[in-house]
């Protein structure tokens, strides 16, 4: 008996049509309110629209959607959080992602729209890794991302105490928020941190670790880092995020400068979007390489051999994976002592 075929249906590219939606209906729930709403108790639509000012139209349409994809419950008439949208779509709560959202639909969309004309050219729509352009754009959102790496940077600052004592002095390169340096400098009263960024970025970072407690151990090199000195002697040197949008040889350069920087026996910790040796995945890897073609002249995502040949060509040892609860795991690496 011949086997039977399953029919192939347009479902997926279906699916794929629509994926837009859900970030925008997302960001239009998380602005009207109702994830912080809905934290008070479940309500019905009438509820949410009298506590929010929002149509009871609009909010039927948008809070049904949450529903199907299950950032929302629902019960008979009235709607309810669920622990993901809880946990990461309420603003008051510290692990509160919704920021996200809003560099999606404001600097994401608008620049992957030109993706047809950036494939065809080789060239990006808007680059954002130089500062003529990058300085104002990373000012703006970089805070914004601070949730999605901090239980990360947490973990990281756990690991490394467990190695560190006494004076640490911690260089924290293309720091945007402090994400990666805050909880190592909360973790020691010990720990100094030399921050290097774009001078538009600088008060972000004072900004952040002020509310943090920490600024008086935070100390800055302003300019771009393919030009300043780093300085030397540092135990660690934090490179969060910042491979991806240099390209490969930059991100050479980078490492080994870093290296340089660095004490015997100091740890690079490198934090990355990493594809798979082959390059078909994960998704967020290969999506965000897309990213990279769309925001940057050389830019890309990289695979853990690759960065850890650079590592072991500026003369690190020792090249690991530490796994992080974070959009990516971390990269350390050791240099000789």
């Known amino acids: 008996m011949a086997e039977e075929r399953s029919e192939v249906t347009p479902e ?9 939606s859900a970030p925008l209906i997302l960001e239009a729930a998380i602005e009207n309110r109702v ?3 809905l934290d008070q108790r479940p309500m019905t639509v009438e509820e949410v629209s009298a506590a929010t000012g929002a149509s009871v139209r609009g909010l039927r349409a948008i809070m049904n959607a949450l529903v199907g994809f299950q950032f929302l419950g629902k019960d008979a008439d009235r709607y309810t959080l669920t622990p993901e949208s809880a946990s990461f779509l309420v603003s008051s709560r510290p692990g509160y992602h919704g920021a ?10 608008p620049a992957w729209l030109g993706l047809s004309e950036v494939v065809r050219t080789g060239k990006p729509s808007r680059p954002v890794n130089q500062q003529a352009d990058g300085g104002e754009f990373f000012a703006n959102f970089v805070e914004d991302l601070l949730p999605l790496n ?8 756990d690991h490394l105490g467990a190695t560190a004592g006494g004076p640490t002095r911690v260089l924290d390169i293309a720091a945007g928020s402090g994400v990666w340096s805050i909880p190592l400098a909360q973790r020691s009263p010990e720990v100094q941190v030399t921050v290097v960024d774009w001078p538009e970025v600088v008060p972000v970072t004072q900004r952040v670790t002020g509310r943090f407690g920490v600024a008086d151990r935070y100390r800055y090199v302003v300019g771009d880092l393919r030009e300043v000195d780093f300085g030397s002697g ?3 040197a934090l490179l969060g995020h910042i491979l991806h949008s240099e390209g490969p040889d930059p991100a050479r350069r980078l490492i080994r400068k870093t290296f340089d920087a660095l004490a015997p026996g100091g740890t690079v910790v490198i934090a990355e979007m990493l594809a798979n040796e082959d390059r078909t995945g994960p998704p967020i890897g290969v999506i965000f390489a897309v990213n990279m073609l769309v925001a940057t002249e050389e830019g890309d995502t990289f695979t853990f051999g ?8 500026a003369g690190f040892t020792d090249a690991r994976l530490l796994e992080a609860p974070a ?8 240099k000789p002592a």
């Not at 997926?12 to 837009?20: F, V």
């Not at 996200?100 to 969309?109: A, F, G, N, V």
């Not at 901090?150 to 600052?157: D, S, V």
């Open 100 to 109: 996200l959202l809003r560099h999606t639909s404001r600097h994401l969309i």
């Open 12 to 20: 997926r590219l279906m699916q794929m049509a629509w994926g837009y």
């Open 306 to 313: 690759e960065i850890s040949e650079w590592l072991r060509e």
């Open 150 to 157: 901090f239980r990360a940077a947490q973990m990281l600052a």
């Open 327 to 334: 959009p990516s795991p971390l990269i350390l690496a050791t």
């Open 35 to 37: 994830f912080d709403v």
């Open 234 to 236: 540092y135990e660690v």
